[in-house]
């Protein structure tokens, strides 16, 4: 790998965990994967909000994403695009577990149904569009 390169993969990777909601999405990620709504109700924030985060984690190669019907659900990656995300990744398993805020949204994942959760949403967004 060249240098410069080699150098700007590991700052997008620290970059990527130097954000405590992006932190709370690889924790919660290591558990099972979840789409964007479900995300967006552990954390209590906006959806677009919770897209720029993914988009982060994706552009260090920490997470993936895969479509499946309507569904598009994020997972932690393998760590094959950088050999420093691939060491967090590791290392991101054995870490945090008790920190509260994590132990609570880890200890929460069973209570959120997705189909309920996006159902929510959607019905939201049809009554926020105007009547034509």
């Known amino acids: 790998m060249e240098r410069g390169r080699d150098l700007r993969d590991f700052i997008k990777v620290?970059?990527?965990?130097?954000?405590?909601?992006?932190?709370?999405?690889?924790k919660m990620l290591q558990h099972r994967s979840m789409c964007v709504c479900e995300i967006q109700a552990?954390?209590?924030l906006a959806q677009p909000t919770i897209s720029k985060h993914l988009k982060i984690l994706e552009e260090a190669g920490l997470v993936e994403y895969e479509k499946e019907g309507l569904w598009v659900n994020y997972?932690?990656?393998?760590?094959t695009s950088s050999a420093y995300a691939a060491t967090l990744l590791g290392n991101l398993r054995h870490w945090l577990d008790d920190e509260p805020s994590v132990k609570d949204l880890t200890e929460r994942l069973s209570d959120f149904e997705r189909e309920k959760i996006c159902k929510d949403g959607v019905e939201r967004q049809k009554k926020k569009k105007p009547k034509s």
Not at 14 to 26: C, E, Y
């Open 75 to 79: 997972s932690l990656a393998e760590g």
């Open 14 to 26: 620290m970059k990527a965990l130097s954000d405590p909601s992006r932190v709370r999405i690889m």
């Open 42 to 44: 552990a954390l209590s």
